[in-house]
C-alpha cells in the first residue's frame, strides 16, 4: 500500500508555531482514524493527537491547547497545527492511520511514512 507522505517540519524558535501536514491514500483516509505520534531521540514514539472519520478528537496531555488536529476529506490530507512551541516538542513527526482497540487507539505497524523533523530552539 501506498505509504503516507509527511512535510511541514522546519527550525523554529521557542513560542513559535508550525503546521504539518500529511497526505494519505484516499482508500485509507475516508475509513479511518489518522493520527500524529512524534518520537524524539532516545525516547519512544508517542501520540500526540487523533482524530477520528466523524471529527472527534484526542490529544496528549502535553500538548493539550497548544496542538490542533484536523482533516480535509477532499484532499485525503491531515493537518497539526502547532503554536506556543517548546523545545520539549523536538522531535520526528510521523503520522499514522490507528486502529481502534478495547485498549485505545493502535498504529499500524505497515503505515509509516518518512516523518517530519521539528526542531525547537530555546
Known amino acids: 500500500q501506498v505509504q503516507p507522505v509527511e512535510s511541514g517540519g522546519g527550525l523554529v524558535q521557542a513560542g513559535g508555531s508550525l503546521r504539518l501536514s500529511c497526505a494519505a491514500s484516499?482508500?485509507?483516509?475516508?475509513?479511518?482514524?489518522m493520527g500524529w505520534y512524534r518520537q524524539a531521540p532516545g525516547k519512544q514514539r508517542e501520540m500526540v493527537a487523533v482524530i477520528t472519520v466523524g471529527g472527534s478528537t484526542n490529544y496528549a496531555d502535553s500538548v493539550k491547547g497548544r496542538f490542533t488536529i484536523s482533516r480535509d476529506n477532499a484532499k485525503n490530507t491531515v493537518y497539526l497545527q502547532m503554536n506556543n512551541l517548546k523545545p520539549e516538542d523536538t522531535a520526528v513527526y510521523y503520522c499514522n492511520a490507528p486502529t481502534w482497540t478495547d485498549y485505545g487507539f493502535r498504529t499500524r505497524d505497515d503505515y509509516w511514512g518518512q516523518g517530519t523533523q521539528v526542531t525547537v530552539s530555546s
Open positions: 484516499e482508500s485509507v483516509f475516508k475509513l479511518n482514524a
